[in-house]
């Protein structure tokens, strides 16, 4: 059984332009989560989703950052117009449905965004 | 202040000691305690997790919660230089978000 699987591992981008990351999620698992590790820092929240729903976005800027878990597919998070401060790495976890609060999360092995 | 204290670090300990890494909280709606071990450029894996005060133990681990003191420990026995990596204590409240510590880095040598 696969675990999470995050592509690309590492994207190196230019200032203003745009990166993709992509999740597919464990088989069986429908709920997705982006969350964000800076350098030095621990790992912050981004965003929840569920099948073709964003259950709480609480953790994403406001602007230039979107996420999305589409019926077919994997799960996307885009960010537009890249500055040097989006260079961090990107995790994405997914859980089962059904299990209410105890859902526990695995992650996956993350993607490196470098912003040139 | 954040929501979640961890001491950063670095630990570095001789193998076989034991390790006990700790984190505070403020929330007291957190009531599900977890704690992920990520090893350098890798995901973090899921090692222990509680939803209630008291002990759990699995193997050479042991997760310890003290809601009444907003604390919560895990303690490694018999330590192994495999075990070193970054430590990171998470918790949440209903629903699915986690509130991540800032991560302990864990050296064990042989």
């Known amino acids: ?116 | 202040q954040k929501e979640v204290e961890q001491d950063p670090g670095p630990l570095s300990v001789p193998e076989g000691a034991i390790v006990s890494l700790n984190c505070t909280y403020s929330n007291s709606a957190f009531q599900y305690f977890m704690w992920y071990r990520q090893y350098s450029r890798k995901g973090p894996e899921l090692l222990m997790y509680t939803y209630s005060s008291g002990n759990k133990e699995d193997g050479r681990f042991t997760a310890q919660v003290d809601k009444s003191s907003k604390y919560i420990s895990l303690f490694i026995r018999d330590s192994q230089p495999s075990d070193s990596a970054t430590y990171l204590c998470a918790m949440k409240q209903e629903g699915g978000k986690l509130i991540f510590g800032q991560g302990t880095e864990l050296s064990v040598k042989p």
């Not at chain 1, 592509?7 to 332009?17: A, E």
């Not at chain 1, 999740?23 to 981004?46: A, D, I, N, T």
């Not at chain 1, 597919?73 to 997914?94: K, N, T, W």
Request: with cysteine; aromatic share 10%.
């Open chain 1, 1 to 116: 059984n696969a675990g999470v699987m995050q592509n690309p591992r590492h994207l190196v981008r230019r200032r203003g332009q745009e990166a993709r990351l992509r999740c597919s999620p464990m088989k069986g698992h429908s709920h997705v989560y982006w969350y964000r590790q800076l350098p030095e820092e621990g790992l912050k929240f981004m965003v929840y989703l569920q099948k073709e729903n964003i259950i709480d976005e609480s953790g994403m800027p406001k602007e230039r950052f979107s996420a999305e878990f589409p019926k077919e597919g994997p799960s996307i998070l885009r960010i537009q117009q890249v500055v040097r401060g989006d260079s961090a790495a990107y995790f994405c976890a997914s859980s089962p449905p059904g299990r209410g609060a105890l859902n526990e999360q695995f992650f996956g092995p993350g993607t490196r965004l470098t912003v040139l």
